[in-house]
């Protein structure tokens, strides 16, 4: 009874707080026509109801309400150097040709490679490590919620400036790609976010398959990814590259290239940047033509974005042109120039190979206009610029062989003594006496070819990489970037060198071994010529026809007489 009367008068002291803080019975809710009513709650299933910006009612769907096209339709960007064809089906492009180059048959240039598109993605899909989800994302169709002016009144084509946006939403995953396009310059803006019940995750927008001017084997070996933060650059060839590896930044820029162009990443955010590098394997015809044998090749791709969720990013897309990549601003870049030039590789001397294109490209600029004749013109001033090198080793080469029979006297003196003899050492002195009597430098022969061989190397190098090269006719060559389709200039290397040989004087050689040489030198010289780019077969070949003009001048001066005199005696005595 004690119990039943405490319980009582608890739940009667409780019965104002209960009426005040507690959960109203739904039978003593006021409606909302009466004075002083309460809002009602919304119901959270029903569509909200907004007002839109000239006061009018309208309804919005519900967030998880898909956001997807029903059909694939195609938007075409176009500005003086591109032209871009993007499908909704993934937000994705479908075809990137620039309009200031041809493919190898003379038509326009696609940068797409539809055959390894279509096993390893397209441009500009987007990058996931979650396989099922990277699927989705690339293959789903996006909406446009906005056109540029240009497309919506023709319905083909827009001209560039201009942006387009792609949206994609299913209540689990909700994405947004933006893209925006300058009038003159080959770099796009990208922007890509995807999230996943609500939350950021990492999404790269990426370059997956090569490109399509790559049609042959050593075409796909040019193959790098190559990646810049300040004045470190890497390139990282085909070998060293897995699939699917990352490479956290901090980058300024990161990408692919191949020999002649490129696609890469310049993030907005350098310090938060990643790469995902990508390697496939594809099979191509043999030799880039119709045929039933078939090679298996490497192809490089690349995805770049921001370990913090949305990506923003600008991508370069073109040749390796230098003008162009010096066009292109990278801020933030210490100790290197703050642009794109490095993407080009110069090699270890490019700081000779850089300037003699500039100095080429003058040429053909302001006085041939022609880059085969540039090159002949630029090799016949390198040459004279040489002479005087010539000159010094043929005087250094006369001395020495002056000097010869003395220093092999003193040689057979101390021919009984080994190597590890004290008294070899006095052989050593007497021979540096003797030169230092004559005025003879033992490297004086071979310092000016030390000298010519950096300078040739950075001019071989050069014209390798030079993209003003690339389908430039001259005279019965179409191409001066491949090699010469009559392979007259291999041969013309051969015959020069033949005969630059026979004319050179060479002091200290034995006959037998200079026969030799004459022979195997050339030959193995022009071997390693034969499928060189003809821009490079031309240079060579037109140094040594210079070579040789050169050489029978100074054969016919007092020098080079005396010089083959002292070489016929000494060949005299050799057959007694």
Not at 249 to 256: L, Y
Not at 261 to 274: G, I, T
Not at 366 to 386: D, E, F, P, S
Not at 495 to 500: D, E, F, H, S
Request: charged share 20%.
């Amino acid at each position: 009874m004690i119990v039943f009367a405490l319980t009582f008068l608890v739940i009667m002291l409780f019965q104002p707080l209960l009426k005040k803080y507690g959960p109203q019975p739904p039978a003593k809710q006021e409606s909302a026509g009466q004075p002083g009513a309460a809002v009602p709650t919304q119901n959270p299933t029903q569509p909200a109801q907004i007002a839109t910006a000239n006061g009018a009612a309208g309804t919005e769907p519900p967030a998880s309400a898909p956001l997807q096209a029903t059909s694939e339709s195609e938007t075409v960007i176009e500005n003086n150097v591109y032209r871009i064809v993007f499908t909704n089906r993934g937000g994705r492009v479908k075809s990137w040709v620039l309009k200031k180059y041809t493919d190898d048959k003379g038509g326009p240039l696609e940068l797409v490679n539809i055959a390894a598109a279509e096993k390893y993605g397209y441009p500009l899909t987007l990058w996931t490590y979650d396989e099922t989800l990277r699927n989705k994302l690339n293959s789903v169709l996006y909406v446009t919620p906005t056109l540029p002016q240009s497309a919506r009144q023709d319905g083909t084509a827009a001209t560039a400036p201009a942006e387009i946006k792609f949206a994609y939403e299913d209540g689990d995953v909700s994405v947004q790609k933006s893209y925006k396009f300058d009038r003159d310059s080959y770099v796009v803006g990208v922007r890509t976010s995807v999230a996943v019940k609500g939350s950021q995750i990492m999404a790269f927008p990426m370059w997956p398959a090569g490109f399509g001017g790559d049609t042959t084997g050593p075409q796909y070996a040019t193959g790098q990814i190559v990646y810049q933060y300040d004045n470190k650059i890497e390139r990282l060839a085909i070998k060293k590259i897995s699939g699917g590896g990352t490479l956290p930044g901090p980058f300024h820029w990161a990408g692919i290239s191949d020999q002649y162009f490129a696609a890469v990443f310049l993030p907005h955010d350098p310090q938060n940047a990643a790469m995902v590098t990508l390697r496939n394997a594809l099979e191509i015809p043999h030799g880039g033509s119709d045929t039933k044998q078939m090679d298996k090749v490497d192809v490089l791709g690349a995805a770049v974005g921001s370990l913090k969720g949305s990506t923003d990013v600008r991508l370069y897309v073109g040749p390796k042109a230098l003008s162009d990549l010096e066009s292109v601003a990278v801020p933030g870049i210490t100790g290197a120039e703050p642009d794109l030039r490095a993407i080009i590789d110069f090699g270890w001397l490019g700081i000779i190979a850089r300037p003699l294109f500039l100095w080429l490209k003058w040429m053909y600029s302001h006085i041939v206009r022609n880059w085969g004749w540039a090159i002949l013109l630029q090799t016949l001033v390198i040459n004279l610029a040489l002479l005087p090198l010539r000159l010094s080793q043929m005087k250094s080469m006369l001395k020495m062989q002056r000097v010869a029979p003395q220093i092999k006297s003193i040689q057979e003196k101390y021919k009984k003594y080994s190597l590890r003899d004290p008294r070899k050492a006095e052989m050593n002195e007497e021979i540096s006496a003797l030169y230092k009597k004559e005025g003879v430098n033992p490297a004086g022969g071979c310092l000016p070819l030390v000298i010519q061989m950096p300078f040739l190397f950075a001019y071989y190098r050069m014209l390798n990489v030079a993209m003003d090269l690339r389908h430039a006719p001259w005279m019965w060559i179409h191409d001066l970037s491949a090699p010469d389709p009559w392979h007259i200039l291999p041969v013309a290397i051969i015959i020069t060198m033949l005969v630059m040989q026979r004319m050179t004087p060479q002091a200290g050689m034995d006959p037998a071994q200079q026969k030799m040489m004459n022979i195997m030198m050339p030959g193995m010289l022009g071997l390693m010529s034969w499928n060189l780019p003809a821009g490079l077969g031309l240079y060579w070949s037109a140094g040594q026809l210079i070579g040789i003009v050169q050489q029978s001048v100074m054969n016919r001066t007092s020098l080079g007489r005396e010089m083959r005199e002292m070489m016929e005696k000494r060949a005299r005595k050799k057959e007694k």
